[in-house]
């Protein structure tokens, strides 16, 4: 590793939501400092907070200055590693942020687009996990609390740095916090941080996504 690797920028979240940990954030403390496809990862745990975490994602932004950005969420109940295909331009919180607000049906930028596109491959990163027996699917909303909020706030910071891609992956709970929520599916930390590096490769190794069927099995 040294100090002229091109970065990837990778995002995760605190802890929110009664929960004691946030899986998001500990696959973020694995893959920090780690050197993929020749890229060195540069890693940030983001706060639960509408609005600071736009301003943390810039600074990160700002001093990273990376190729890719991936950033990473809790989907607790989801049973697969879940790509997003787009953000939407608002806020509709279902509970308070970490700092007791509640945003009702705000745009996160007043005048600006619907929605943005993910740029990451998506499609080929679905496939990819899928060969490595990772459970994965394209996911067609990423809700309308934190992790759309910054999802929306990347994509529109890259819109103004063109090249660099970005996107969003939301990871199910793991096994120790399964167990409080009986029924939902769960999957271990070693599998989550072995399916984002994996996606990571895929990005790297793909500029144009292919097309096939990514969705849900159910
Ligand atoms: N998941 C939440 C916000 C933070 C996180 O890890 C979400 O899906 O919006």
Not at 22 to 49: K, M
């Amino acid at each position: 590793m040294n100090a002229f690797h091109p970065t990837i920028l990778l995002t995760g979240f605190e802890p929110f939501g009664g929960e004691p940990i946030n899986p998001s954030a500990e696959i973020v403390r694995r893959l920090d400092g780690r050197v993929i496809g020749r890229h060195r990862v540069v890693g940030r745990v983001l706060s639960c907070v509408f609005g600071r975490a736009r301003e943390e994602l810039h600074a990160a932004l700002a001093d990273a200055a990376p190729r890719v950005v991936l950033a990473l969420g809790q989907a607790g109940g989801r049973s697969e590693l879940s790509l997003e295909r787009v953000a939407i331009n608002v806020d509709d919180a279902r509970i308070p942020d970490n700092a007791g607000q509640q945003p009702i049906d705000q745009p996160i930028v007043d005048g600006g687009p619907t929605a943005y596109w993910s740029t990451l491959p998506i499609k080929a990163i679905v496939a990819a996990l899928r060969s490595a027996a990772l459970p994965a699917a394209v996911s067609q909303t990423a809700g309308t609390f934190l992790c759309n909020h910054l999802f929306f706030a990347l994509m529109h910071a890259l819109d103004r740095r063109p090249g660099v891609r970005g996107g969003f992956l939301h990871v199910p709970w793991l096994p120790e916090q399964a167990a409080c929520h009986p029924g939902d599916f769960a999957l271990p930390l070693d599998e989550q941080v072995r399916g984002v590096e994996l996606a990571l490769k895929t990005t790297l190794s793909t500029t144009a996504d292919t097309r096939e069927s990514g969705g849900a099995l159910a």
